[in-house]
Structures are given as structure tokens and as C-alpha cells.
């Protein structure tokens, strides 16, 4: 049976709790977002980190309520095919899912799962792969990117943190852009560095990093484009 059960996690701030001051920042981020897509439309966006526990998977998951409330035909597809959890958050079985379409056991539109937030869909990452980098560098992943740039305004992936395996490199290499996440007070300036370089060795389009789990002002995220901070 496909995920067509339309569920979703009440811990997603930005739906639990829309006037948030979390919220509120969470939009700011998507603003920054929209203007970045002014010169260019940046229609699929990866998501990722410096190292685990950054809290990548928590903000790509409120961009995309924030997202598809402004009206954007969204999918959320969870690309980290080592250790996917965009299916607990969402509160999806995850017997299907990306890997099934990827290996044609499945089509797109029977893999998506459709949410109780209206213009929000979810791809789970399907059972995990023993090849993720492979299977994500496929011309199979290339044919099924084009396929939900024609379905969705908005396609953005989850995947593992850059500075622990190759996949954010070769998936972000077939996307309009990149977010990276880190943490404050745990990500190292070193950390941060490196995978800034890993992004920029493989010519993704760094639009923006997220400062997470800043303690100001009873919020927890900030978002700045600055590359150069970084350095």
C-alpha cells in the first residue's frame, strides 16, 4: 500500500503554531529564499550540513509548511538514504518512497504522499540502498528530477550532512541550489569551512546558510547569504 495517508507531525512549528515567533523566522528564511530566486528561478533546493544533529531535517521540514502556505506546490523529498527521519515527521510509513521509483518499482505518483497541509506533499526515502551515492548520481535520479520540476513549484531534498559522505555533492549537483544548516555552539568554524569548500568543489549554488539553535530572544533560528562569513 503507498503512502497516500494524510498525516503530519504536530512538533512542525510552523503549522502547531503559525504565529510563532519561530514561525515568523522560519518565513524570513523562505523571503531570503524567494528573493534569492529573483534573477534566477530556483525550482529544486538541497538541504544539508556540516556534520549530524544539526537540525537540517527540522528546518527543511517548516520551510516546506512555510512554503506551500504561501501557496507553492511543494514536495519534500527525503534524499538521505543512510539515515532518513522526514518520514517520522511527517507520520508516514516508509515502505515506499524514493528508492522505489528510482529502481522502477514504483512511479512518482504512487510513491507521494499528500499532507493535510494543502499543497504539500512527501516523498519518504523508500527502503535504504546498499549504493545511495550511485543510485542518487543515476540517470535515473536525473529523468525523475525532471519529472517533479514539471509537477511541483518547489522540489526540496534532504540528505545527509557533506562532511560525512559524498551524497549532498552529487545530489546538489543536479539542483538549482543549496542550503547548508549548522549549529550553534556545536558546529566548528573548521566544520563549517569544510563543507562550504566540499559544495564549492563541486559547483553547487551555496543561496544561503542557516544559523540554528541560536539562544536570542527566545528564537532559535537566523538566517544570513553572506558566503564570506564562512571563511
Known amino acids: ?17 503559525p504565529k510563532s515567533p519561530i514561525s515568523e523566522l522560519y518565513r524570513t528564511i523562505r523571503t531570503n529564499i524567494d528573493f534569492s530566486m529573483i534573477d534566477k528561478q ?37 534524499a538521505d ?16 518512497g524514493l528508492t522505489n521509483v528510482l529502481t522502477k518499482k514504483s512511479t512518482l505518483k504512487e510513491a507521494v ?41 518547489l522540489v526540496l531534498f534532504d540528505s545527509p550532512p557533506v562532511g560525512a559522505v559524498t551524497d549532498a555533492q552529487v545530489l546538489g549537483n543536479l539542483c538549482d541550489g543549496a542550503l547548508l544548516v549548522v549549529r550553534s555552539n556545536s558546529t566548528e568554524k ?19 546558510t542557516i544559523l540554528n539553535d541560536k539562544k536570542k530572544d527566545n528564537t532559535t533560528v537566523y538566517y544570513y547569504s553572506d558566503q564570506k562569513k564562512a571563511k
Open 1 to 17: 500500500m503507498m503512502n497516500k495517508r494524510k498525516r503530519v507531525d504536530d512538533n512542525l512549528i510552523t503549522r502547531r503554531d
Open 42 to 78: 530556483l525550482n529544486t533546493l538541497i538541504c544539508t550540513s556540516a556534520k549530524p544533529c544539526d537540525g537540517k531535517t527540522t528546518t527543511l521540514t517548516n520551510l516546506a509548511v512555510t512554503f506551500a502556505q504561501q501557496g507553492k506546490k511543494t514536495l519534500f523529498v527525503d
Open 81 to 96: 538514504l543512510r539515515k532518513p527521519t522526514g518520514h517520522m515527521t511527517f507520520q508516514l510509513e516508509n515502505d515506499y
Open 113 to 153: 504522499a499528500t499532507t493535510v497541509i494543502e499543497k504539500l506533499d512527501v516523498l519518504t526515502s523508500g527502503p535504504l540502498p546498499p549504493n545511495p551515492s550511485e543510485l542518487l548520481g543515476s540517470q535515473a535520479m536525473k529523468e525523475l528530477m525532471r519529472e517533479m520540476a514539471e509537477s511541483y513549484d
Open 190 to 208: 573548521s566544520q563549517l569551512v569544510k563543507a562550504k569548500e566540499l559544495l564549492e568543489q563541486a559547483n553547487i549554488n551555496i543561496i544561503g
